[in-house]
């Protein structure tokens, strides 16, 4: 898995992209297939957001979230993508 890690109005950090990796571990664990990830993280005003698009075999997915906490969004957005890909990989498995 490639991941792929910018900032927009924002400096990323060795501690940001440790992080990103560690999170995007977890959904490694549950679908193999994942070949590319562009995560990209701003901040606007006071509010942090983090938004994510995952390649997988046969889809793209796409999750954001915005919180006041940059790890809290990227915490939250790794979950909608974990839910995400656990449906695709539901979907294909009963075909």
Known sequence: MHVI????????TDSLKAHVDSKFEKLARHFDNVTDV????????LIHKAEATLQISGAKLFAEDHQDDMY???DNMVDKLD????????????H
């Open 38 to 45: 562009h995560v990209i993280l701003a901040v606007e005003k």
């Open 72 to 74: 809290v969004a990227i």
């Open 83 to 94: 839910r995400q890909i656990i449906k695709h990989k539901e979907k294909h498995l009963g």
């Open 5 to 12: 890690v910018t900032g927009h109005h924002l400096e990323v």
